[in-house]
């Protein structure tokens, strides 16, 4: 897919359907309890609609794409883990061992492992959609080609037509790669045109010398790389992971297919992010589900708009926060549909008094 292609797609991406987010709204408003009782919750449901066009829902089948990749900027000491965690993961998630697996299962959701460039050779059991094997070190020139960028986007798009074809109806985020924490920085960071020492955490537990090596290793990056915060393809390539590319093209796919996809942590939050200036109207899409305890979470998260459903300072990754806010989706659901009414119960509805 060319530039000009995917910029061409994404004008087919429509703007939601307010009918249908009134009609949920006045549904909700029907219910026997006072009027935005369950608060978020309730526009939740009012903005699936107004991406799937119907005020009716069904999140039954539902999966979690987990995208894997590894990141050459990890040889300048920014993490304590070094590629053969990432195999390892991506090797236990392929056998539903870890913890996104395992809360996966609570709330009957599919995990689906995907390989998008991770090193060495490619793990049995996982979906294997690698543009390459991993990323340059960006401190010594660009992460990734643009033309490998643009084929992890357009894989994530992929990724979403396939599991709509299979009938899921929602969509969680995930990713696994050492060092993905350094390469959000770095994009986030010149997206929003902050400096690095805003958007860099110590990830995975870094110490202080390690967080101090993070923050020399984004400055170098932008330094030599010169990307244009305009130019979102052009950042990813210089600075991102594979993992944020295509996770990009998920909530670009989801845009596409009307389906609501759920943010993750910082890394999915900076995909989306991307996703959202690639085109605004994507947004439609994205559902946040909570704050990690990453001190951009909460910027990044704001930059788009989206409010998290749950503050629990998770920073684990693979998915974990997205799939910890399923329960809180089905709860509201059974309010939705089952709930009694004012006139089901004999009572006068609630009014709106300011």
Same mark, same amino acid.
């Given at each position: ?6 910029k ?11 009918a249908? $987010? !009134? ?6 408003a029907?219910? %026997? ?5 369950l ?10 609609? %107004? ?6 829902f069904?999140f039954?089948?539902r999966?979690?794409?987990?995208l894997?990749?590894?990141?050459g ?6 993490s304590?883990?070094?590629s053969?965690?990432?195999r390892?993961v ?5 056998q539903? !061992? ?7 299962e609570?709330?009957?959701c ?9 090193a ?9 959609? $690698?543009? $390459?094997?991993g990323?340059n ?6 992460a ?12 994530g ?7 709509? %074809?299979?009938? #899921?109806?929602?969509?969680a ?27 860099t955490?110590r ?8 967080? $101090? ?6 400055? !170098?990056?932008?330094? #030599?790389?010169?990307?244009? !915060?305009?130019?979102v ?6 600075l991102g992971?594979l993992? #944020? ?11 596409l297919?009307? #389906? ?7 890394i999915?939050s900076v995909?989306?992010?991307?996703a959202?200036r ?9 559902f946040a ?7 951009a ?5 704001e930059?788009l ?6 503050? %629990? ?8 926060g997205?799939?910890a ?16 009414s ?5 009572i006068a509805?609630?009014t709106p008094?300011?």
């Amino acid at each position: 897919m060319t530039e000009t292609e995917l910029k061409n797609r994404l004008k087919t991406i429509t703007q939601p359907d307010e009918a249908a $987010r !009134k009609a949920a709204h006045a549904h909700w408003a029907s219910l %026997a309890k006072p009027l935005g009782g369950l608060g978020d919750l309730e526009p939740l449901l009012e903005d699936v609609a %107004a991406l799937t066009g119907v005020p009716q829902f069904d999140f039954s089948k539902r999966a979690v794409l987990v995208l894997c990749a590894d990141n050459g900027v990890i040889a300048q000491g920014i993490s304590q883990s070094g590629s053969d965690v990432t195999r390892a993961v991506l090797q236990n998630l392929a056998q539903r !061992k870890t913890s996104v697996c395992k809360m996966a299962e609570t709330v009957h959701c599919g995990v689906i492992p995907v390989d998008m460039g991770i090193a060495g050779a490619p793990v049995d059991g996982v979906k294997n959609c $690698r543009v $390459r094997a991993g990323t340059n070190d960006f401190t010594g020139g660009p992460a990734m080609t643009r033309e490998d960028a643009l084929q992890a986007i357009e894989t994530g798009i992929e990724l979403v037509r396939e599991q709509k %074809a299979q009938g #899921i109806k929602l969509l969680a985020t995930g990713e696994m790669g050492i060092g993905n924490t350094t390469t959000s920085a770095a994009v986030s960071s010149v997206l929003l045109g902050r400096a690095p020492e805003e958007m860099t955490g110590r990830g995975a537990g870094l110490s202080n010398d390690g967080l $101090r090596r993070k923050i020399e290793a984004i400055y !170098k990056g932008i330094a #030599i790389n010169h990307p244009e !915060k305009a130019d979102v393809i052009g950042v990813l390539s210089a600075l991102g992971g594979l993992d #944020i590319a295509g996770l990009c093209g998920v909530f670009l796919g989801g845009a596409l297919e009307n #389906i609501p996809v759920i943010i993750d942590g910082f890394i999915s939050s900076v995909a989306a992010l991307c996703a959202a200036r690639l085109c605004p109207t994507a947004t439609k899409a994205m559902f946040a589900s909570h704050v990690s305890a990453e001190p951009a979470a909460r910027i990044v998260l704001e930059a788009l708009g989206k409010k998290p459903l749950i503050t %629990a300072n998770m920073h684990l990754g693979e998915g974990t926060g997205a799939v910890a806010s399923l329960p809180l989706w089905d709860m509201a659901l059974a309010v939705y549909d089952n709930c009694y009414s004012f006139t089901e119960g004999g009572i006068a509805p609630y009014t709106p008094q300011c």
